[in-house]
């Protein structure tokens, strides 16, 4: 991916660890599976909050990466209750 110039942050924040760390590692099998040729994204967890970074060269490919990984993050939720 050449330079990203725009990126969002999301953060996800749970009611305990153990669900934060069951979405984080579900979302994190993804992550070098889908990014494209316009996007990149990182996760990370520290305790029970969930950072997705999501980075673009375009605005559209922002949006485009951020509904994927709302998605994403939105299956992983419902899975892990």
Not at 24 to 30: A, C, D, K
């Amino acid at each position: 991916m050449p330079e990203a110039v725009h990126d969002a942050v999301l953060e996800f924040e749970y009611d305990d660890g153990e669900r934060a760390r069951i979405v984080e590692r579900s979302v994190r099998q993804e992550i070098g599976e889908i990014s494209g040729d316009r996007t990149k994204a990182t996760i990370s967890r520290d305790g029970c909050l969930v950072e997705l970074t999501v980075l673009a060269e375009d605005l559209v490919a922002l949006r485009a990466g951020v509904n994927t990984w709302l998605t994403l993050v939105s299956v992983a939720e419902r899975c892990s209750n």
